[in-house]
């Protein structure tokens, strides 16, 4: 089991930054990658940026360029760092952690509880 509690949302103007933070306790060593998800009010759950625990990194193409993901190992944290912010940002963010395939190629999904980002215009 990993548990996953997420924190840094609020309410911030556009154009302007915060910093997420996603911290991770339990079974660690079973985590391939980490991830944040963020969920729009009548839309799906969508892929904001992934990050392998060798520190391979991936983005949605709306988030690139002002999101970065990045983790402190030792702290077992994961972040987000958003800057530029838009009201399109606004959604609630979740905190992924997936772990490394099994002998049968199967993989789990933990998430956290998310936390909000409202961006005001």
């Known amino acids: 089991q990993v548990q996953l509690v997420e924190s840094g949302g609020g309410l911030v103007q556009g154009g302007g930054s915060l910093r997420l933070s996603c911290a991770a306790s339990?079974?660690?060593?079973?985590?391939?990658?980490f991830g944040w998800y963020r969920q729009a009010p009548g839309k799906q759950r969508e892929l904001v940026a992934t990050?392998?625990?060798?520190?391979?990194?991936n983005y949605a193409d709306s988030v690139k360029g002002r999101f970065t993901i990045s983790k402190d190992d030792a702290k077992n944290t994961v972040y987000l760092q958003m800057s530029g912010l838009t009201p399109e940002d606004t959604a609630v963010y979740y905190c992924?952690?997936?772990?490394?395939?099994?002998?049968?190629?199967?993989?789990?999904?933990?998430w956290g509880q998310g936390t909000q980002v409202t961006v005001s215009s």
């Open positions: 992924n952690a997936r772990t490394t395939k099994d002998p049968w190629f199967r993989t789990y999904d933990y």
């Open positions: 339990g079974s660690i060593s079973s985590i391939g990658a």
């Open positions: 990050i392998t625990t060798r520190g391979s990194t």
